[in-house]
């Protein structure tokens, strides 16, 4: 039994959770000057942005404006009005819009953090008012684990189906040039480069210190955190928050088996991942929901809600969704541990590649978005459902964590994952579908895929679908019959990337109470801060990009409370040489 509290300790700021917006909050404060501790629950820092894309949705930031981007504050207030719909809201989308890339500005100047400029990234609704087809995605800059010195095995690594060799990363164009290498000289000398540097790496590290995606970006905010004295501590869990005269003052926190008392002259930012891995997720998933697959890690199970039940904390009511959707797959290894591996950009929809119910027959455009594949999945009241290909899509791109040629994938068909058969008949019989229903929705979906047109569903139908599918195949880069045997096929289940609903705040990021007031020294950033999406998605990194932005104002706020200088280009760096 831990014992009671043992010793307090005094800082400025409290963090709880050290993701993106955590971190975000931690970074700022601490070039503002202030003394800062992040409280992590797990082993090792990054959440779920560690493990995540990376990708930040962001208007008007100056990549876009070096590019030419033609946007304005109208057009994505327009946009997200008619993706939002009735849970716009006003307040935080206004200041999204015209603090977003103010924040972005400010961390690039200011701490390590390095976005560039999707040179063409279309938003998930692009016929839809005021959508862009480039401008608002940004992707992080890869980063050398190296400089976290020390830190860098504390920080999360990807799950093994999300690295190459074992412990290599790659980003979106690294992706497409391994796809490419037997096609492009270029791309071929580019992978070489990349696993000639991951082969050193592996001689004095337990993995590639070339960091991309989300990694890169946890790793980028944490270096400036600690360089500029940032506190970690791991394996922490907050248990409850301190409050006089009705001001969050601090945190009660486990530490080692020991109850610590946390001033936070500031207040507390809440950032602790949401609850999409805990109990309560369940009653919050419409059904069938089972069985359902998470990639929050296991930590994100609501501490955030349960702290701000005791100051009569407001939670998000009546949202779209109240998860970020994406279908996942999951490994069964022989030691019993589970591999789960989230369908976001790498097969749904390239060429040859098809979904189907489990009566045999296609429901959806696989080439959507992953949150609208799911949403499609639960109006037809699916929990699971098959991603199909066949020989040429499974050697050119492959499917889930089944690799393209020439990697031997018998071991995922060993083990369950994969499954593999001569004919369409056998692949049905196999994953026990109806043969007939399967080789009417097979000779359907050839005859349009050989056109060039999917009349069914549409895949590649819009300027998303087609910048997800393959550049280099025509007519549509989305749309290839499925004719080579051997057939493969993999069973996808409702997933998701996190929760959506979490702690209501204002445009400041300070969580409000039940009556709309808001709850002094209280602060809630990423999925811990009810989304200003409203359970929608309309674009790659709408997660992270509010997380950063909002993480920014929460640790600008209480730095003007503290009469702490104000964000400004003029401020001292904090980059690390």
């Not at 033609?70 to 009735?86: C, E, F, H, N, V």
């Not at 199970?301 to 779209?320: T, Y």
């Not at 119910?357 to 455009?365: E, I, K, L, Y």
């Not at 359970?535 to 600008?556: D, E, H, R």
């Amino acid at each position: 039994m831990p014992s009671i509290e043992h010793t307090q300790h005094e800082y400025d700021l409290v963090v709880l959770g050290s993701g993106a917006g955590g971190l975000a909050a931690a970074a700022t404060a601490s070039c503002l000057g202030l003394n800062v501790l992040v409280v992590e629950k797990a082993d090792r820092f990054g959440g779920t942005s560690a493990i995540s894309g990376g990708a930040a949705w962001v208007y008007g930031t100056d990549q876009a404006r070096a590019a030419g981007a033609q946007d304005s504050p109208q057009a994505m207030r327009t946009y997200l009005k008619t993706i939002i719909g009735a849970g716009y809201n006003a307040q935080l989308v206004d200041a999204f819009i015209a603090r977003g890339h103010q924040a972005l500005r400010w961390l690039e100047h200011n701490t390590e953090l390095r976005y560039a400029l999707r040179p063409h990234s279309p938003d998930y609704y692009p016929d839809e008012p005021g959508a862009t087809q480039f401008g608002r995605a940004l992707e992080m800059v890869e980063y050398d684990g190296r400089r976290l010195g020390a830190r860098f095995k504390d920080l999360k690594m990807p799950p093994p189906g999300m690295l190459l060799f074992g412990g290599m990363m790659v980003n979106r164009v690294d992706i497409q040039h391994f796809l490419s290498l037997r096609r492009s000289p270029g791309s071929l000398w580019h992978c070489l480069k990349l696993m000639t540097r991951y082969g050193l790496d592996r001689l004095h590290h337990h993995r590639g210190t070339r960091l991309t995606t989300g990694n890169a970006l946890i790793a980028r905010l944490a270096s400036s955190a600690f360089a500029k004295g940032t506190q970690l501590w791991l394996r922490s869990e907050a248990q409850e928050l301190i409050v006089e005269h009705g001001v969050v003052t601090g945190v009660m926190v486990l530490r080692e088996g020991r109850r610590e008392r946390v001033v936070a002259r500031g207040g507390v930012v809440c950032a602790m991942g949401g609850f999409a891995a805990g109990a309560l997720a369940a009653a919050y998933r419409p059904a069938p929901a089972a069985p359902h697959l998470t990639m929050s890690p296991s930590g994100n199970d609501g501490a955030a809600l349960r702290l701000g039940q005791a100051v009569d904390a407001a939670n998000g009511e009546g949202l779209a969704a109240n998860f970020f959707w994406a279908p996942v797959s999951e490994r069964r290894h022989a030691d019993g541990e589970r591999e789960r591996f989230p369908h976001l950009v790498t097969d749904r929809a390239k060429p040859g590649v098809i979904a189907i119910d489990p009566g045999g027959r296609r429901f959806v455009n696989e080439s959507n978005s992953y949150h609208h594949f799911v949403q499609t999945m639960f109006a037809n009241g699916l929990s699971t459902c098959w991603l199909l290909c066949d020989a040429e899509a499974m050697n050119r791109y492959g499917l889930g964590l089944a690799r393209p040629k020439p990697v031997d994938n018998t071991a995922l068909i060993q083990s369950g994952y994969l499954y593999r058969a001569d004919s369409a008949q056998a692949l049905a019989n196999a994953i026990g579908v109806d043969p007939q229903a399967l080789q009417q929705t097979l000779e359907r979906f050839n005859t349009d895929a050989r056109n060039g047109i999917d009349r069914q569903f549409d895949k590649g139908g819009n300027s998303y679908n087609r910048y997800m599918g393959d550049p280099q195949h025509t007519p549509n880069p989305c749309l290839a019959p499925l004719t080579k045997a051997p057939f493969y096929a993999i069973r996808l289940h409702t997933g998701d990337l996190g929760s959506a609903r979490g702690l209501v705040t204002d445009a400041n990021a300070n969580v409000l109470n039940h009556a709309g007031t808001p709850i002094a020294g209280l602060y809630a950033t990423g999925n811990d801060m009810n989304s200003l999406m409203n359970g929608t998605y309309p674009g790659p990194g709408i997660t992270l990009g509010p997380a950063l932005t909002f993480g920014w104002i929460a640790a600008s706020h209480i730095a003007e409370r503290l009469q702490a200088p104000t964000p400004h280009m003029e401020t001292t760096a904090c980059t690390t040489n």
